[in-house]
């Protein structure tokens, strides 16, 4: 049986390259008893489906509307004791040329730690690995989850990026 995470927490996925993560994900959470929460596009929550991923633990997000998710998050885990989001940084099971970092900027904003969880289809397992208190250094917070993901393989590796942050050309006018 894994260690549970902290009560209070953002759960990392990654890779995330099938669609066969979510169904991964939803049989850890049943079989480990962790009422994990996790993050998924607003479109998986219509129809008859919607109720049951909402049962699940899901949270539809629109990805689309410019509201303030991070925010919203913050606010969500200031007013629960127990609170354990999981979400894909990749943010699409596409090849993805940087994360998204919103996850990072919750659990600084919320003062949770991040638990790094993944899929590693090479080695048919999955699970929690290490928990990293976000310090503000992005950088070098990231460069410990890079060096944790380093032998881990998604479901099709050819749709597995490199995980970096997003760089901006701070000379563009």
Known sequence: MPHPPPARCVIIGAPHTSNWDLALTLLFRL??????????????????????????GGIPVDRRARGNFVEQMVSAFRAHESLQVAIVPEGTRRKAPYWKT?????????????????????????????????T???EADFESIRAFYAGIVGKHPERQGVIQLRRVDSSAG
Not at 31 to 51: C, E, M, N, Q
Not at 110 to 119: D, H, S
Request: net charge positive; hydrophobic share 45%.
């Open 136 to 138: 503000g250094d992005i």
């Open 102 to 134: 919103g996850f990072y900027y919750i659990a600084l904003g919320a003062g949770v730690p991040i638990v790094l969880g993944y899929a590693d289809y090479r080695r048919r397992v999955v699970g929690l690995g290490p928990t990293i208190q976000p």
């Open 31 to 56: 079989v480990s008893g962790f009422k994990l929460r996790w993050i998924g596009k607003h479109t998986l929550f219509s129809g008859p489906a919607g109720a049951l991923f909402r049962a699940l």
